[in-house]
């Protein structure tokens, strides 16, 4: 059976004969009527950004609304830029963000291979077929001459562009140069005039390619395609049907519907997103590493909550107030997705909304009892790993769910919870030191709290109160001794609040150790007093 490289390049030689025969030679291959395909296609140059996050889960959702098929591809022909290792990070990020493609490098599929440094000889093929049929021709410019044109173009305040200087050469020239094994490459033909195409998004776009710039490069002398003719080809033989990219990619369009042209293809229908930009207006760039998916989620933002966040920049879905947090499902965006609701305006992202949208998804999970048991089992880890070397770690199930569940209100990311600020709740805090006044009221409170048959936060905090009141002092001082003791800092939450949460036997072992510490140093203290008359009784005797 031929592979699919192999069938490829067998409908490309199809085309050609096509073409010598001068019949029509547009090839669009056969795929169900109406089956939607579409494809994320990252270049491994850096990490993946809000933006193309936004991009990769929109195409995702419109597969997904139309009962079509989500494509990951990698598009790493420029060589010169890849970073190690962002590829497997990008699969890693979409994965973790619940972006499960059904075609990709990892999971394979019909139409591979799914990373462009892999298909080589297709692009070769479609660059000949290019050329033998007028659409693109070789050229032979040096860089020093290319620099040349650059520099001059500037001197005179002008926008550098190639002049076409070898797309007139004859084809004895051509036929001369390629023999004499020199450094070249292929550029395609741009067709002056205005052409109009329909985007999906922004409506009818037109633009004159050709006064903009020279004709572009599509296949390099490394033997590598740039993306224009890479994508065109991959799109093709993918069968893709909707191309929905970024807006930047809007001005380029125009070059690749040349090459459909050029190559007889009927083209996918386009959609471009608008730009996600900065509070100050600037673009979302990889170089941005606090932008960064990897970022977030080692900033314990859960998957879902960034998911929504991204939804809430650029419009495209059903929604009565577009200011309203909510944390949906993947299934229910996909069900509220409309393309045709996009919006063409950039949009500013609000960095600052995505707490908002993690203490929501958080709120979601812990009242979905096998949600809720899944991050009690992940917390319980992280806890022990923060705290490993502490002793008196508290991890029960149940106080570790109950505990959870009273910090939602304090809380927008569950690693809050394993901080410092909350490292009273795992394990016990210093002993304070206290006098001996002080050492009455503790051990008053310690008496109250072991007689309260309720031990939640108004009859606790009442105790404490009666106890200031027998002690003629004020409640605020017995207040803040009672924080100290329980927690080691002076500011925390209200401290009847702070006994329910530790429960009884934590809250009075912390008062215990607070008591016993204080008779110890009292006993040290007397120890020490005893050992100094001694020695001055030895003293007077010599």
Known sequence: MLGSQQIYQTLFKRSLIFTFMGLPTCVRLAHTENEVRVRFAPSPTGFLHLGGLRTA??????????????????????????????????????????????????????????????????????????????????????????????????????TPRYDN???????EEVEDKLKSGGQQCVRLKLVPGCETYHDLVYGNITHDVVACEGDPVIFKSDGFPTYHLANVVDDHYMRITHVMRGVEWQSSTPKHLMLYKGLGWEPPEFAHLPLLMNADGTKLSKRQGDI???????????????????????????????????????????????????????????????????????????ANETEMAALVKQFRSKVAETYKDQLELDLNEDYVRSVMQWSLQRITRLGQLA???????????????????QAEWVSAVYEHLQATDDFTQKPLSDSLRVVAKQSKVKVMEVMHLMRMILCGRKEGPAVGEMLEMLGRETSLNRIQATLNSHQQSNTEKTSSQSAVVLQSMNLLML
């Open 57 to 158: 889960l929109y195409n995702f959702l419109f597969a997904k609304s139309k009962g079509g098929t989500f494509i990951l591809r990698i598009e790493d022909t420029d060589q010169t830029r890849l970073v190690e290792g962002a590829m497997e990070q990008l699969q890693e990020d979409l994965e973790w963000a619940g972006i499960i493609p059904d075609e990709s490098p990892l999971k394979g599929g019909k139409f591979g291979p799914y990373q462009q440094s892999k298909r080589l000889d297709l692009y070769k093929t479609a660059v000949e077929q290019l050329i033998q049929n007028g659409a693109a021709y070789h050229c032979f410019c040096t860089e020093h001459r290319l620099e040349l044109l650059r520099k001059d173009a500037l001197r005179r305040r002008q």
């Open 165 to 171: 200087r070898c797309r007139h050469l004859s084809k």
């Open 292 to 366: 960064t998916v990897k970022h977030y989620r080692s900033d314990d933002v859960l998957p879902q909550a960034l998911v929504n966040f991204v939804t809430f920049s650029g419009g495209g879905f059903h929604r009565d107030n577009s200011d309203q947090v909510r944390s949906l499902s993947t299934d229910q965006l996909a069900a509220e997705f409309d393309l045709g609701l996009v919006g063409v305006a950039s949009c500013r992202v609000s960095l600052e909304r995505l707490d908002d949208f993690n203490k929501a998804e958080l709120a979601r999970q812990m």
């Open 419 to 437: 901080g410092p600020n909350f490292s009273y709740l795992w394990v016990r805090p210093p002993v304070t030191n206290i006098s001996e006044q």
